[in-house]
Antibody
Framework: EVQLLESGGGLVQPGGSLRLSCAAS????????MSWVRQAPGKGLEWVAL????????YYADSVKGRFTISRDNSKNTLYLQMNSLRAEDTALYYC???????????????????WGQGTTVTVSS | DIQMIQSPSSLSASVGDRVTITCRAS??????LSWYQQKPGKAPKLLIYAASSLQSGVPSRFSGSGSGTDFTLSISSLQLEDFGTYYC?????????FGQGTKLEIK
């Protein structure tokens, strides 16, 4: 069964740091790009970051650029999100998600996010 | 950055109704558009990818259409289990972004 399991959330003071993990199972992890998506309490979904399967290419939302770092350890089938200089507005439920490829055997998937974890909660407060 | 605007923000409909949610992109995104359903306390679930392709396991009453800047998600005959919040998302270029969501309530 394809599965993603986040961990590492918690309560942190403003300016502090936290590292989230996302353990993947049931698929060939290093062949998929992965994303982090967050959801503030009572709010909508916000895309946060993307990393390619090799780990060599990353992209970020402007709201986290320079503060967050997405990375992966393909030997451990694990995705990470290092969050530094945390702010109150970073308080959210953080999901990891698998990104489908552009296409497979001429069928277009256009990078949809097809598998999601259950999320881990980050609260930034003094 | 590409902005995604959904309408309506909320709607209430009865079992058996046909429901349509629209999503507009601030610039052309071809067919790089997905739709997700989220129920309270749960992770989002992929319904439609590439604007009109039904994800495996999703009931055929769900359908998507559109390309360029204007897209729709339709539910042909609303069922009780279809309550929740629906989001569109583009994946044309980073930063990917989501619409603000449409909360669907069953009357």
């Amino acid at each position: 069964e394809v599965q993603l399991l986040e961990s590492g959330g918690g309560l942190v003071q403003p300016g502090g740091s936290l590292r989230l993990s996302c353990a993947a199972s049931g698929f060939t992890f290093n062949t998929y790009a992965m994303s982090w998506v967050r959801q503030a309490p009572g709010k909508g979904l916000e895309w946060v970051a993307l990393i390619f399967g090799s780990g060599g290419t990353t992209y970020y939302a402007d709201s986290v650029k320079g503060r967050f770092t997405i990375s992966r350890d393909n030997s451990k089938n694990t995705l990470y999100l290092q969050m530094n200089s945390l702010r109150a507005e970073d308080t959210a439920l953080y999901y990891c998600a698998r990104r489908l490829p552009h296409d497979i055997s001429d069928h277009n998937y256009y990078y949809a996010l097809d598998v999601w974890g259950q999320g881990t909660t980050v609260t930034v407060s003094s | 950055d590409i902005q995604m605007i959904q309408s309506p923000s909320s709607l209430s409909a009865s079992v058996g109704d046909r429901v349509t949610i629209t999503c507009r992109a601030s610039q052309s995104i071809s067919s790089y558009l997905s739709w997700y359903q989220q129920k309270p306390g749960k992770a989002p679930k992929l319904l439609i990818y590439a604007a009109s392709s039904l994800q495996s396991g999703v009931p055929s009453r769900f359908s998507g259409s559109g390309s360029g800047t204007d897209f729709t998600l339709s539910i042909s005959s609303l069922q009780l289990e279809d309550f929740g919040t629906y989001y569109c998302q583009h994946s044309y270029t980073t930063p990917y972004s989501f619409g603000q969501g449409t909360k669907l309530e069953i009357k």
